[in-house]
């Protein structure tokens, strides 16, 4: 089992340039999320997902896209990127929802610098 | 959002020393974890808590959900140079993992 898998693991970015993280897991999770992780900030959830077709925003969902396909895949979208976005990404799934913490999964993470 | 306030926010210490870390809040909060982060990695559960006064080990870790329910601490005893890492706490409020909130983190260095 690969698990959470992200990609790409580095990108950087001009200001105003758009691009996708890509996030995948083989588990059959229904729920997955976003984090971003900033020095002193702990982890901050962007967008979550609770299954196909339905999303919903985080605590800082500004600047970013989510979509969910499909159960697999929850791409995170930056359409126009912003210096302040300069963070490490982290994907993370559960089975479902309602699962609790104690088994949500997280990826290896993407740093990502915006110029 | 809620604001957890973990220290200490960097800890250098020496092999076979023992670590204490912890979290408070403002706010009450339903279960406590505790994740450690390996550079380049994310984040792993190390221990769950979900009852105030809760004490759970595992291995050579300990962590107790305060009486509270605004705090919670970790120990490591005698550590290892494997120990190395971040280790964060969160809250979680309800029974979802979209209600969790994640504290600062605490840089464990263990030095031979």
């Known amino acids: 089992n690969a698990g959470v898998t992200q990609t790409p693991k580095f990108q950087v970015l001009k200001t105003g340039q758009s691009m996708t993280l890509q996030c995948a897991q083989d588990?059959?999770?229904?729920?997955m999320s976003w984090y971003r992780q900033d020095p002193g900030m702990g982890l901050r959830l962007i967008h979550y997902s609770v299954g196909a077709g339905i999303t919903d925003q985080g605590e800082v969902p500004n600047g970013y896209n989510v979509s969910r396909s499909t159960t697999e895949d929850f791409p995170l979208r930056l359409l126009s990127a912003a210096p302040s976005q300069t963070s490490v990404y982290f994907c993370a799934s559960s089975i479902s929802s309602f699962s609790g913490a104690n088994v949500l999964t997280f990826g290896a993470g993407s740093r990502l610098t915006v110029l | 959002g809620q604001q957890l306030n973990q220290s200490p926010q960097s800890m250098f210490i020496q092999e076979g020393e023992d670590v204490s870390m912890n979290c408070t809040s403002s706010s009450i909060f339903n279960t406590w974890l505790w994740y450690k982060q390996d550079p380049g990695e994310g984040p792993v559960l190390l221990i769950a808590?979900?009852?105030?006064?809760e004490l759970t080990s595992n291995g050579r870790l300990t962590a107790q959900f305060g009486i509270t329910r605004k705090d919670s601490f970790l120990n490591i005893s005698a550590s290892i140079p494997s120990d190395v890492g971040i280790y964060f706490c969160?809250?979680?409020?309800?029974?979802?993992?979209?209600?969790?909130?994640f504290g600062s983190g605490t840089q464990l260095t263990v030095l031979p």
């Open positions: 808590l979900y009852k105030a006064g």
């Open positions: 969160a809250g979680q409020r309800g029974g979802s993992a979209r209600q969790l909130t």
């Open positions: 588990m059959n999770h229904e729920y």
